[in-house]
């Protein structure tokens, strides 16, 4: 047996998808089962019961995954004190995020980490938050990235930055020529709101709800919602890092809300008790440094 038999079957255990253990491990969906017969040949038992619809391991699987998952994580852990006594930062880091922080937060960190780590390749891919944390309790990714993050018993959470509501206006629009505002006081103003599917929404829309504020339509991601006050078709609650860009450019104001400021916290997810090698401390430790720009209303 090798070390790639047990690393296969543990990512199959956790992902629960042939082709998703493949693309983890750069095989095709048929040596992903080519490996899982060689296995239950060379133990003489089988490990996954075959006669259920969705995926399920008999008792010796459920035994073997446990053994295996052991014998990964030594693996891991030998291989991150050989890199540490080397000082080696190399590797790949897969890290799963909500477009609002990959998009608007995470470029310069990435940029001073690339920099900084010119072996460690990264690769980005962009999800809804409820995928964010599937990615991460299957292992598909070694980081996620997600704004109000929720605790699981599963997941290790670090947070890393707060971000702020902020009310976005056309640079044209009345309130934009004012000062800080109040939210009781935007009632008749027609407001843009953002469709229910994550804990932003959530947020935003108790703010509607507590000021009686009725939104005149809806979308379901913030870029759209931005493109619609860029054209002047209402105002919206946004979090200040997603603007920036407009904000600088002209297109968008930001006004900050009198006597209350609405918190967004944004952290690092990653599945509990992981070995961590160098480049994903290295990249954690970036995130906990201060490159943003700093937000003005």
Not at 161 to 186: C, E
Not at 238 to 255: C, D, M, N, Y
């Amino acid at each position: 047996m090798q070390l790639e038999n047990f690393k296969i079957f543990v990512d199959l255990v956790e992902t629960k998808s042939f082709s998703d253990t493949a693309g983890l491990n750069g095989i095709t969906r048929a040596a992903v089962s080519q490996q899982l017969r060689a296995i239950e040949r060379h133990f003489k038992t089988q490990l996954i019961d075959r006669s259920q619809k969705r995926f399920q391991l008999t008792g010796e699987g459920l035994r073997f995954y446990s053994g295996a998952k052991e014998v990964v994580h030594q693996y891991e852990k030998i291989l991150k004190d050989l890199q540490e006594m080397k000082k080696i930062v190399s590797g790949t880091i897969r890290i799963s995020t909500i477009p609002s922080i990959g998009l608007h937060v995470l470029p310069p960190y990435l940029k001073k980490f690339q920099h900084d780590y010119p072996s460690v390749n990264v690769h980005v891919v962009y999800r809804r938050t409820n995928l964010v944390y599937e990615d991460i309790l299957s292992n598909s990714v070694d980081f996620g990235l997600v704004a109000f993050p929720a605790k699981l018993p599963q997941i290790e959470i670090i947070p890393f930055l707060n971000d702020s509501f902020v009310l976005i206006t056309h640079p044209s629009h009345p309130l934009a020529r004012g000062g800080d505002v109040q939210l009781s006081a935007l009632g008749g103003q027609r407001f843009i709101g953002l469709d229910p599917g994550g804990p932003a929404h959530e947020v935003i829309d108790q703010i509607f709800r507590k000021n009686k504020i009725e939104p005149v339509m809806k979308f379901d991601n913030f870029e759209t919602v931005k493109e619609a006050v860029e054209i002047n078709a209402g105002i919206a609650i946004a979090p200040q890092f997603t603007v920036l860009q407009e904000v600088k450019q002209g297109s968008l104001v930001t006004i900050r809300f009198e006597g209350r400021q609405y918190i967004r916290p944004l952290a690092i997810l990653h599945r509990k008790g992981r070995v961590l090698m160098p480049a994903m401390e290295k990249f954690i430790e970036t995130l906990g440094k201060d490159l943003s720009v700093k937000p003005k209303a």
